[in-house]
């Protein structure tokens, strides 16, 4: 069983940053391919960065793609995603994905001045 933990949510002004952890338990990360989610209020999830088992593969959402950088490190069992540049309408749960079917329990991104 994987269990998945986020953490680095937080209060941040526009144009500030934020790095959001997801560290996994219960099974080695690197046997999958880990992905960041949000959910804002209101709307359905969707998707943010994807990155392969190896880290060598990212690919990105348009709205990511330039802000947001996604890294694991395989030997801690954590993948990171790195955000810059914030803006209000990342306003988000942020949830990390492995292996397209676990899920961590999210945590609040929210960007405000």
């Known amino acids: 069983q994987v269990q998945l933990v986020e953490s680095g949510g937080g209060l941040v002004q526009p144009g500030g940053s934020l790095r959001l952890s997801c560290t996994a338990s219960?099974?080695?990360?690197?046997?999958?391919?880990m992905a960041w989610y949000r959910q804002a209020p209101g709307k359905e999830r969707e998707f943010v960065a994807t990155i392969s088992w190896g880290g060598g593969s990212t690919n990105y959402a348009d709205s990511a793609k330039g802000r947001f950088t996604i890294s694991r490190d395989n030997a801690k069992n954590t993948m990171y995603l790195q955000m810059n540049s914030l803006k209000p309408e990342d306003t988000a749960v942020y949830y990390c994905q492995a292996a397209s079917v676990y899920w961590g329990q999210g945590t609040q991104v929210t960007v405000s001045s």
């Open positions: 219960g099974s080695i990360l690197s046997h999958y391919t």
